[in-house]
């Protein structure tokens, strides 16, 4: 699988504890593509070609483990895809690579998958729908809802 070109994140940089660990889910299973490698002390993927959307690195976490639940930090990383295709392929390939998924949801706004790397980090990949169907209230505020996604209808979408 390749990752949608359209797809972006400003860019977020990661330390982990093994970088070919990292390295074969955000390229094997998610399908980012490696723009400069570092040995075993970072590296740096694209969607696209862009320079870089997601740094990995070891610098001071080799070997080293996940914070512990209750400690501040990195609540997830957010992967907006820009089709709602590209995500029901997204959720193909976990689902071909044996990711367990934390959960999915459709917000209204947008369907989300909610996962974790190799190194415990919290990961969503989501679609988001056009704006013009987001939920609104009455005085026109966003109302997003948290509600059950249908992870066959997603799967069908591809």
Same mark, same amino acid.
């Given at each position: 699988? $390749?990752?949608?070109?359209? /797809?972006?994140? &400003? =860019? *977020? =940089? @990661?330390? *982990?504890?093994? @970088?070919?660990?990292?390295?074969?889910f955000y390229c %094997? *299973?998610?399908? !980012?593509?490696? $723009?400069?490698?570092? %040995?075993? #002390?970072?590296? !740096?993927?694209?969607? %696209?070609?862009? +320079? +870089? +959307?997601?740094g990995l690195n070891t610098w001071e976490s080799a070997g080293g483990s996940p914070p512990p639940m209750g #400690? $501040? &930090?990195?609540? +997830?990383?957010?992967?907006?895809?820009? /089709?709602?295709?590209? @995500?029901?392929?997204a959720?193909? #390939?976990?689902?071909e690579h044996g990711v367990r998924l934390d959960g999915a949801a459709d917000h209204g706004v947008s369907q989300a998958l909610y996962l974790r790397d190799p190194d415990g980090n919290?990961?969503?990949?989501?679609?988001?729908?056009? #704006?013009?169907e987001w939920p609104r209230t009455e005085t026109g505020e966003i109302a997003m809802v948290t509600r059950p996604l249908n992870l066959g209808a997603l799967l069908e979408a591809t």
């Open positions: 699988m $390749t990752i949608a070109a359209g /797809t972006r994140i &400003g =860019h *977020v =940089h @990661l330390k *982990v504890a093994d @970088l070919n660990r990292a390295l074969d %094997g *299973v998610l399908g !980012f593509e490696l $723009t400069q490698r570092l %040995g075993n #002390s970072a590296a !740096f993927l694209s969607a %696209g070609g862009y +320079h +870089h +959307h997601i #400690s $501040t &930090g990195l609540y +997830h990383l957010a992967i907006l895809y820009p /089709t709602r295709a590209d @995500l029901g392929a959720l193909k #390939s976990l689902n919290g990961v969503e990949l989501y679609w988001d729908r056009p #704006s013009e």
